[in-house]
């Protein structure tokens, strides 16, 4: 078959293209917070390595993920459930519709999407190392009954940044959990009342808080009181129902 001159020029530049991106994602060093509405999606990535960190409540997770992770890239290689409520793991299934995911750790019993060979409980705390990089995963509690409460946290530690994810924890929890090094972290519990406390940051001074939320919730998050404390603590802001996604260079 005799190929014409147009779509060879074509093939070529889409190849040209392909080659471009797949350099710019070798260099890319990242953390995404996702606006998936009310609920959590955190996109951590390095280079070829992805790590999902909650999931959204559904298929809205696919767009933010999909304007990061290279068209030709079909695998995520660590997917994290904090816990098993729709708003953090409800866009577990469209992620297994369009990606190969290697690994998920999270709480037991294991979702049923989920291969018992990919599926890694969280029982003990685990250590992730990613290049220059460490994923900490571990229960907030050992003890509560409250999925909230024993909801599994993530420490995201790079050369420059520490990044602690919260889930739906509380404030008490938060401040015995906190890292004294995080400069960046999730308010708990999408800015509830309870997730946040005057003395649940005595220990650290994060440079940034983000609040994954969804616009006009019924719920009321963020609270007042959560956005007052922030406040009164000088600790810069960030909204995904007003702001939208937040994409951090890690570099």
Same mark, same amino acid.
């Given at each position: 078959?005799?190929?014409?001159?147009?779509?060879? /020029?074509?093939?070529?530049?889409?190849?040209?293209?392909?080659?471009?991106?797949?350099?710019?994602?070798?260099?890319?060093?990242?953390?995404?917070?996702?606006?998936?509405?009310?609920?959590?999606?955190?996109?951590?990535?390095?280079?070829?390595?992805?790590?999902?960190?909650?999931?959204?409540?559904?298929?809205?997770?696919?767009?933010?993920?999909?304007?990061?992770?290279?068209?030709?890239?079909?695998?995520?290689?660590?997917? /994290? /459930?904090?816990?098993?409520?729709?708003?953090?793991?409800?866009?577990?299934?469209?992620?297994?519709?369009?990606?190969?995911?290697?690994?998920?750790?999270?709480?037991?019993?294991?979702?049923?999407?989920?291969?018992?060979?990919?599926?890694?409980?969280?029982?003990?705390?685990?250590?992730?190392?990613?290049?220059?990089?460490?994923?900490?995963?571990?229960?907030?509690?050992?003890?509560?009954?409250?999925?909230?409460?024993?909801?599994?946290?993530?420490?995201?530690?790079?050369?420059?940044?520490?990044?602690?994810?919260?889930?739906?924890?509380?404030?008490?929890?938060?401040?015995?959990?906190?890292?004294?090094?995080?400069?960046?972290?999730?308010?708990?519990?999408?800015?509830?009342?309870?997730?946040?406390?005057?003395?649940?940051?005595?220990?650290?001074?994060?440079?940034?808080?983000?609040?994954?939320?969804?616009?006009?919730?019924?719920?009321?998050?963020?609270?007042?009181?959560?956005?007052?404390?922030?406040?009164?603590?000088?600790?810069?802001?960030?909204?995904?129902?007003?702001?939208?996604?937040?994409? /951090?260079?890690?570099?």
């Amino acid at each position: 078959m005799k190929l014409s001159g147009r779509f060879i /020029i074509l093939l070529c530049g889409a190849a040209i293209v392909t080659i471009i991106l797949f350099i710019q994602s070798s260099f890319s060093f990242k953390i995404v917070f996702c606006n998936v509405g009310q609920g959590a999606a955190t996109l951590f990535q390095m280079g070829s390595y992805q790590a999902l960190i909650d999931t959204g409540p559904d298929q809205r997770v696919l767009a933010c993920i999909g304007r990061h992770i290279p068209f030709f890239d079909h695998t995520i290689e660590t997917v /994290i /459930i904090s816990h098993d409520q729709k708003d953090h793991a409800g866009g577990l299934a469209s992620i297994y519709g369009k990606y190969i995911v290697n690994h998920v750790y999270g709480p037991l019993p294991r979702p049923k999407i989920v291969k018992e060979n990919q599926y890694i409980p969280i029982i003990d705390p685990v250590v992730l190392s990613v290049g220059t990089s460490t994923i900490a995963i571990k229960k907030a509690s050992q003890s509560s009954a409250s999925l909230n409460d024993s909801a599994n946290v993530v420490t995201l530690s790079t050369p420059h940044q520490t990044i602690f994810l919260t889930s739906d924890i509380n404030g008490i929890e938060l401040k015995s959990l906190l890292p004294k090094a995080t400069t960046i972290f999730e308010v708990p519990h999408h800015g509830s009342k309870y997730g946040l406390y005057p003395d649940s940051l005595d220990l650290a001074e994060p440079a940034l808080a983000v609040i994954s939320v969804g616009i006009k919730n019924g719920y009321g998050h963020p609270s007042k009181q959560a956005l007052d404390i922030l406040k009164a603590k000088k600790i810069r802001t960030w909204r995904t129902d007003e702001q939208g996604e937040l994409v /951090i260079d890690l570099k």
